[in-house]
């Protein structure tokens, strides 16, 4: 069983920043690709940034060079730095991971259960 746990939402100010964590744990072979998706009501989910486990990054165009996604190996864990954030950044941010297990040998899709984050004054 593996699960994906994201913290660091919360309400910000316009131009403001805050730091998303997202940590996977239990039955871990190997992590591949995370990344952080978001949704804002009435809108479908949508990537916003994603790494995969060589390092290479990929971004949403409309947050490139405010948002800044990074990993940690040894703690399972992705980040994804938040910027200058804007109203319409406000969403449930959700983490994702492509994760195979100990026990068998299929890469499967995992998601976290979210974390809000509100921009506005």
């Known amino acids: 069983q593996v699960q994906l746990v994201e913290s660091g939402g919360g309400l910000v100010q316009p131009g403001g920043s805050l730091r998303l964590s997202c940590a996977a744990s239990?039955?871990?072979?190997?992590?591949?690709?995370m990344a952080w998706y978001r949704q804002a009501p009435g809108k479908q989910r949508a990537l916003v940034a994603e790494?995969?486990?060589?390092?290479?990054?990929n971004y949403e165009h409309a947050v490139k060079g405010r948002f800044t996604i990074s990993r940690d190996h040894a703690k399972n864990t992705v980040y994804l730095q938040m910027n200058s954030l804007k109203p319409e950044d406000t969403a449930l941010y959700y983490c994702?991971?492509?994760?195979?297990?100990?026990?068998?040998?299929?890469?499967?899709?995992?998601w976290g259960q979210g974390t809000q984050v509100t921009v506005s004054s």
């Open positions: 994702n991971a492509l994760i195979s297990t100990i026990v068998g040998d299929t890469i499967d899709d995992y």
């Open positions: 790494i995969t486990d060589g390092g290479s990054t």
């Open positions: 239990g039955s871990i072979f190997s992590i591949y690709t």
